[in-house]
Structures are given as structure tokens and as C-alpha cells.
């Protein structure tokens, strides 16, 4: 019974760790994904979410990105820069 709890005790601890790495990386990835989209010309226009076909980011003022969401069946046009249902076949690498 003591060693079940040590192992427990353990596995709760390195999963805490995990979860810590993960969110740390998160974080930088999103400080890093606004760059190039905070001067007075592209604050707040949305763009292309790198990797979900139908999100889209948007930049505020300060720094930070914010994830919209198109609405169901539709996809984030990059060239028209809006959600459309045709905008699924220019997809491209995002899933």
C-alpha cells in the first residue's frame, strides 16, 4: 500500500511538470504569433490561425492573441481574410 502511494505521489508529480512545460510553451508560442501584427495598420485584423482551418487570430494593442472561431461548415479564407464554406480546399497544411 506505501508503495502504490509513493508511485501515485510520484506520477501526479511529473504530470504537473508536464503540464507546466507544456503551458510555458504555449505561452512563448503566443507572445512570438503577434509579432508583425500590432502596429496601428494590423492591430485587431484578423489572420490565418497556423494550424486550424476554421480559427483565425487577431492581435491587440497589447500584444496578445485572441482565437476567433468561423462558424460551423465554414473555414478562414486567407485572400478574402473571412470565413466562407469554400475556403476549406485552400486549407493547405491546416487541419
Do not use: E
Not at 501515485?8 to 503566443?30: C, G, H, S, Y
Request: positive net charge; hydrophobic residues 45%; contains cysteine.
Amino acid at each position: 500500500m506505501f508503495n502504490t502511494f509513493v508511485i501515485m505521489k510520484w506520477t501526479l508529480a511529473f504530470l504537473a511538470i508536464a503540464v507546466l512545460a507544456a503551458f510555458t510553451q504555449a505561452v512563448v508560442a503566443a507572445d512570438d504569433i503577434c509579432k508583425g501584427h500590432t502596429d496601428a495598420k494590423t492591430v485587431g485584423m484578423p489572420f490565418a490561425h497556423p494550424n486550424i482551418c476554421n480559427q483565425f487570430l487577431t492581435c491587440g494593442s497589447d500584444g496578445k492573441p485572441y482565437v476567433g472561431t468561423c462558424p460551423a461548415g465554414t473555414f478562414y479564407d486567407i485572400k478574402l481574410t473571412t470565413c466562407t464554406a469554400a475556403a476549406k480546399d485552400s486549407c493547405g497544411s491546416r487541419k
